[in-house]
């Protein structure tokens, strides 16, 4: 069945480094993909997402690009702050009608 | 304000107790789901519901009923079966419907601890 495997963490960073979450996906046609992160105690919030092959997402900074040929979807940021640690979910839905299958989650924790 | 909103914020369960967590949402969204999220585990999906009065069944539905009466509301019920309940739990909706692309929105999430 289709999955969603993300490095393991937890990420540990200084405040302006270079940010990558790796994230490959197994699913049969062409899924839609997804980042999510969730802050300590909250819900899950959509960051990005890409429903076919090349697609780029993008919102605050963060990036991902479908790529089809190495079946990935891995999470970029040039730049990150301290206000970007957080629990970062890869997600995919493979059919229309069915639930998003999420990957573990990659803690990310940013000092100043 | 158009949301998600989950009550309680915290739940806690005696033995052989069953416990509903509330579910309601404002965005006229048809497709509304539930998932339990344990540390290290990521999110895995209890039940699922696409239109009023229907639902399925997700990958780890033991010990949990749902019902879908209304189109803004998709309660979920803990019952005794359920052995180890202790989690995190978070109600989604999609909009739009149930399209591959739809994206899934969340509440806040309902801890849920056992006594």
């Known amino acids: 069945g289709d999955s969603v495997t993300q490095m393991e963490g937890p990420v540990t960073l200084s405040e302006e480094a270079f940010l990558t979450i790796n994230c490959t996906y197994t699913?049969?046609?062409?899924?839609?993909l997804f980042w999510y992160v969730q802050y300590p105690g909250e819900g899950l919030q959509l960051l990005l997402k890409a429903t076919k092959a090349d697609d780029k997402g993008s919102n605050k900074g963060f990036e991902a690009t479908y790529r089809k040929e190495t079946t990935s979807f891995h999470l970029e940021k040039g730049s990150v702050q301290v206000s970007d640690s957080a629990v970062y979910f890869c997600?995919?839905?493979?059919?229309?009608?069915?639930?998003?299958?999420f990957g573990k989650g990659t803690t990310l924790s940013v000092s100043s | 304000d158009g949301g998600i909103t989950q009550s309680p914020k915290y739940l806690f369960r005696k033995e052989g107790q069953n416990v509903t967590l509330s579910c309601e949402q404002n965005?006229?969204?048809?497709?509304m789901y539930w998932y339990r999220q344990d540390p290290g585990q990521g999110l895995r999906l209890i039940y699922y519901?696409?239109?009023?009065?229907?639902?399925q069944k997700g990958d780890i539905a033991e010990g949990y009923s749902v019902s879908r009466e209304k189109k803004e509301s998709f309660p979920l019920t803990v019952t005794s079966a359920q052995k180890n309940p202790t989690a995190f739990y978070l109600c989604?909706?999609?909009?739009?419907?149930?399209?591959?692309?739809?994206?899934?929105?969340f509440g806040p999430g309902t801890r849920l601890l056992v006594l």
């Open positions: 989604a909706s999609s909009s739009p419907g149930t399209a591959k692309e739809a994206t899934q929105y």
């Open positions: 519901s696409q239109i009023v009065n229907d639902f």
């Open positions: 965005l006229n969204h048809d497709a």
């Open positions: 997600a995919l839905r493979g059919q229309a009608g069915t639930a998003l299958i």
């Open positions: 699913a049969t046609g062409y899924p839609s």
